[in-house]
């Protein structure tokens, strides 16, 4: 596909990344010519200087031949104005803008036709609702769903204590007394997909495939006591706070905000009435003791800083919170941030940005063509959802008889929403769906790219 990139910022990068990668023909547009440089220095790419929502600008890359715009600068204004003017000078190309602001979220959805938006992507309200879901079902550091909400890959901690520790994955069974499967394993900053005979060691992650239904089974047969958040600590009063707190509301959950600057906590104050807002710095031990941090139910930082969000989340840990959730604007480097106790983390650039490469992925490949696609293992692995057509290979055949790459591990089997958990007698039909893991980089595009033959 040919596809336009307006901003060259944290999502514009990871997009020209993820999209260069798989074979894309990328136009990357942005005003500032260091951006571009450092660009073009690492990706096989055009660039062009210049401000995207501007007709000319847009005619010198070449909008009228794009298949695909993403607006994805600072500014939700550019942003919408970009996909409207791309809009009129291409009607038959596809395009994604990504809006940030609360007072847009309404406009955005219900002027869509208008603004020739294809796709809302809202980095902050996707990076709460991961929050949300966390919060909502603590006890995991990831979760990710497929088969209409029915199946689960969920990131699990080995800690010292766990009767995981030192045992194969063939002895899992007799452990954990629910039918799961370990389908891939970080250990260092390093992804595995493991066989029976690979050993668990302590601080592993684990990523388990299971039927929602057992996950509760899973946590009690392992000895972990999960309860739901009553007291949540948010750490930050950006955009992230704000949408998380709305999400919440029903939940039950007591929420308090803490943030700095006296005029944003004046704004939070009369935009969540039934919020508490604490104006303080989150920086400083006597005012996190203060606040009660150790007798939180759960601590989120979401200040701007990374470096202070690591650091309060490594405090909150020290206090024995039961759950932390930390952002990261740069989570990059795995190897370091595995060996730091700050609970789940979260990019809402990763996010925002792997959730458009899963709508190009479907507009490239309608037919055949992944139902939901996940990264997990810090992004060095997928699993990703097929549904079963008729000219998909080895329909009715048992496990063991077929042949799939050595990256490939088929993982769940769908009829409906019954989950099977796939042995070597399992067999798949027509209809059904399923979830395979792979390593990002296979590049798995059809179902049938799993098998040998």
Do not use: W
């Not at 994604?96 to 406009?107: A, L, T």
């Not at 549904?387 to 990256?407: A, C, F, P, S």
């Amino acid at each position: 596909m040919k596809i336009l990139i307006a901003g060259g910022g944290k999502i514009g990068s990871a997009l020209t990344e993820q999209l260069s990668g798989e074979g894309h023909e990328l136009t990357v547009i942005d005003f500032d010519p260091d951006v571009l440089e450092d660009i073009q220095e690492r990706y096989d790419v055009i660039t062009v200087l210049g401000n995207a929502a501007s007709m000319a600008v847009l005619e010198m890359a070449d909008v009228k031949s794009a298949n695909l715009i993403i607006a994805a600068t600072d500014r939700d204004e550019v942003n919408m104005l970009t996909c409207l003017t791309a809009h009129r000078m291409n009607p038959k190309a596809v395009t994604i803008g990504r809006i940030r602001n609360p007072e847009y979220r309404y406009q955005a959805y219900e002027m869509r036709d208008m603004f020739g938006l294809s796709l809302a992507v809202n980095p902050e309200q996707r990076a709460a609702h991961e929050i949300a879901r966390l919060l909502k079902y603590p006890g995991f550091l990831s979760i990710d769903t497929f088969a209409k909400g029915n199946a689960d890959i969920v990131e699990l901690k080995v800690d010292a204590n766990s009767p995981l520790k030192n045992k194969t994955l063939s002895q899992l069974p007799n452990i954990i007394h629910t039918k799961v499967l370990v389908c891939a394993v970080q250990r260092n900053g390093e992804t595995f997909m493991p066989d029976g005979h690979f050993t668990i060691r302590e601080n592993d992650l684990l990523f388990i495939t299971a039927a929602t239904e057992n996950l509760t089974h899973l946590l009690r047969n392992l000895g972990i006591i999960a309860k739901k958040a009553k007291r949540v600590l948010i750490m930050g009063g950006g955009k992230i706070s704000y949408y998380l707190v709305q999400e919440l509301q029903d939940t039950g959950m007591e929420c308090t905000i803490v943030e700095k600057d006296h005029l944003r906590c004046e704004e939070l104050a009369s935009q969540l009435p039934n919020v508490t807002i604490v104006e303080g710095d989150a920086s400083s031990q006597e005012f996190l003791d203060s606040e009660g941090v150790g007798y939180s139910d759960a601590v989120v930082t979401l200040t701007g800083m990374d470096e202070l969000n690591i650091v309060i989340s490594l405090y909150a840990h020290t206090r024995n919170v039961s759950q932390v959730i930390t952002k990261l604007s740069h989570a990059e480097n795995n190897k370091i941030l595995d060996s730091l106790e700050i609970g789940s983390v979260i990019s809402p650039k990763e996010l925002a940005s792997f959730s458009i490469v899963r709508y190009v992925r479907a507009i490239q490949h309608k037919e055949g063509g992944a139902i939901t696609i996940h990264r997990i293992g810090g992004g060095k692995i997928e699993a990703i959802e097929f549904e079963v057509k008729e000219d998909t290979k080895h329909v009715g055949e048992q496990l063991r008889n077929i042949k799939t790459r050595d990256d490939v591990l088929i993982c769940a089997i769908t009829d409906h929403r019954k989950i099977e958990i796939p042995s070597g007698s399992s067999r798949f039909a027509v209809g059904n769906t399923m979830v395979v893991v792979t390593s990002s980089i296979s590049q798995i595009r059809q179902l049938n790219d799993i098998f040998e033959d």
